[in-house]
């Protein structure tokens, strides 16, 4: 009688605390709130419109960001600014979307700085391997007078660029089996964008880099006719490619951001003190939508463990072996980026 009693009692307790754990996990998936807006209302001369582009869907941390944005602009203008959102590239991909702020049919757009390589050669530097150890130090370089200055050096071509945002590390998955050292790669098909520098780092960690259009993945994966893809956690759960990859490890193995652009012939026409509620706003965003990103990473990474996907996580020792493997790259684009540059961006991590 007494074990049946505690028995049930036990399984009572278990089913309090798995209930308790579902509820947390469940209120854990659920992104920061918006934060409240803060700042007195900006009274200028005007009323105006902005139509903001992205490539990246609702359901990320960048079109949070946007909303917060959006709170932000049409509070503190008392509405003299009206803010509209257009996720997941229906006004085109990153470069049409840029393209259009140049010809001023567009007012913002936040893309990520790899497909801007060509018009910003130092913006590669957010390509190279491993350069930023832990995403503070990101945090410091782009906040900092490096990252400042390079906002400044994006403000041509008829852009102007006011703050930076975050699109995370990169991870890698396979179908094939687990990897923990650059042994592991060998031979592998990785799918990669068509990104020079990338190309490079999967090529001397001993790939066989494969660059393809995202549009065309998960069914290459699917098929066989890549074997792996690296991509950010929150892109590989949303992209459902833990439906046919197997195997992921959390290489961090590059970090890219997203820079914040305003069409130039759309800010000369903002008075002054609107441009600085711009400015204002968009930096307010980046440290938003750095936090919200971060959470999720988090909790996507748990999530697809959870859904079977064995993850590996590299000790100190292994990174530094896959570090000291890609050590070539550096070599080959030092003189393309800036030695000078890359040097200043790692004594930050020193």
Same mark, same amino acid.
């Given at each position: 009688?007494?074990?049946?009693?505690?028995?049930?009692?036990?399984?009572?307790?278990?089913?309090?605390?798995?209930?308790?754990?579902?509820?947390? #996990?469940?209120? #854990?998936?659920?992104?920061?709130?918006?934060?409240?807006?803060?700042?007195?209302?900006?009274?200028?001369?005007?009323?105006?419109?902005?139509?903001?582009?992205?490539?990246?869907?609702?359901?990320?941390?960048? /079109?949070?960001?946007?909303?917060?944005?959006?709170?932000?602009?049409?509070?503190?203008?008392?509405?003299?600014?009206?803010?509209?959102?257009?996720?997941?590239?229906?006004?085109?991909?990153?470069?049409?979307?840029?393209?259009?702020?140049?010809?001023?049919?567009?007012?913002?757009?936040?893309?990520?700085?790899?497909?801007?390589?060509?018009?910003?050669?130092?913006?590669?530097?957010?390509?190279?391997?491993?350069?930023?150890?832990?995403?503070?130090?990101?945090?410091?370089?782009?906040?900092?007078?490096?990252?400042?200055?390079?906002?400044?050096?994006?403000?041509?071509?008829?852009?102007?660029?006011?703050?930076?945002?975050?699109?995370?590390?990169?991870?890698?998955?396979?179908?094939?089996?687990?990897?923990?050292?650059?042994?592991?790669?060998?031979?592998?098909?990785?799918?990669?964008?068509?990104?020079?520098?990338?190309?490079?780092?999967?090529?001397?960690?001993?790939?066989?880099?494969?660059?393809?259009?995202? #549009?065309?993945?998960?069914?290459?994966?699917?098929?066989?006719?890549?074997?792996?893809?690296?991509?950010?956690?929150?892109?590989?759960?949303?992209?459902?490619?833990?439906?046919?990859?197997?195997?992921?490890?959390?290489?961090?193995?590059?970090?890219?951001?997203?820079?914040?652009?305003?069409?130039?012939?759309?800010?000369?026409?903002?008075?002054?003190? /609107?441009?600085?509620?711009?400015? &204002?706003?968009?930096?307010?965003?980046?440290? /938003?939508?750095?936090?919200?990103?971060?959470?999720?990473?988090?909790?996507?990474?748990?999530?697809?463990?959870?859904?079977?996907?064995?993850?590996?996580?590299?000790?100190?020792?292994?990174?530094?072996?896959?570090?000291?493997?890609?050590?070539?790259?550096?070599?080959?684009?030092?003189?393309?980026?800036?030695? &000078?540059?890359?040097?200043?961006?790692? #004594?930050?991590?020193?």
């Amino acid at each position: 009688m007494k074990t049946t009693t505690m028995t049930r009692v036990t399984s009572l307790i278990g089913g309090a605390l798995l209930g308790l754990t579902t509820l947390q #996990a469940s209120a #854990a998936s659920e992104m920061p709130p918006i934060p409240d807006v803060k700042g007195d209302v900006v009274k200028a001369d005007g009323d105006f419109k902005i139509k903001f582009s992205i490539g990246t869907t609702q359901s990320g941390a960048q /079109y949070r960001g946007l909303e917060y944005f959006e709170k932000i602009v049409e509070k503190r203008s008392d509405g003299h600014i009206q803010v509209e959102l257009f996720p997941g590239a229906q006004l085109g991909d990153d470069l049409q979307a840029v393209s259009a702020l140049q010809s001023g049919t567009l007012e913002m757009t936040a893309p990520s700085t790899s497909p801007l390589v060509s018009m910003f050669p130092k913006f590669a530097l957010f390509d190279l391997p491993f350069l930023f150890p832990t995403p503070e130090v990101a945090d410091e370089v782009l906040d900092g007078e490096i990252g400042q200055q390079m906002l400044k050096d994006a403000s041509t071509n008829g852009l102007v660029a006011i703050g930076w945002a975050e699109n995370g590390y990169r991870q890698l998955t396979n179908s094939q089996h687990p990897v923990s050292s650059p042994e592991d790669l060998d031979g592998l098909k990785i799918r990669t964008m068509q990104n020079p520098i990338h190309l490079d780092i999967w090529r001397t960690l001993g790939a066989n880099p494969t660059p393809m259009s995202f #549009a065309e993945l998960f069914t290459a994966l699917e098929q066989g006719v890549v074997d792996g893809q690296e991509n950010p956690w929150i892109t590989i759960q949303s992209s459902k490619f833990n439906e046919v990859q197997d195997y992921a490890t959390e290489t961090n193995h590059v970090y890219t951001p997203f820079i914040t652009l305003v069409s130039e012939r759309f800010w000369n026409k903002l008075p002054a003190d /609107y441009q600085q509620l711009l400015r &204002e706003a968009a930096k307010q965003m980046g440290d /938003y939508e750095r936090h919200v990103s971060r959470t999720m990473n988090d909790q996507i990474k748990q999530e697809l463990a959870d859904s079977g996907m064995q993850i590996t996580e590299l000790t100190p020792e292994q990174m530094k072996t896959f570090q000291d493997t890609v050590a070539p790259v550096y070599d080959d684009w030092r003189d393309k980026i800036g030695g &000078e540059l890359i040097d200043k961006v790692r #004594a930050v991590s020193q």
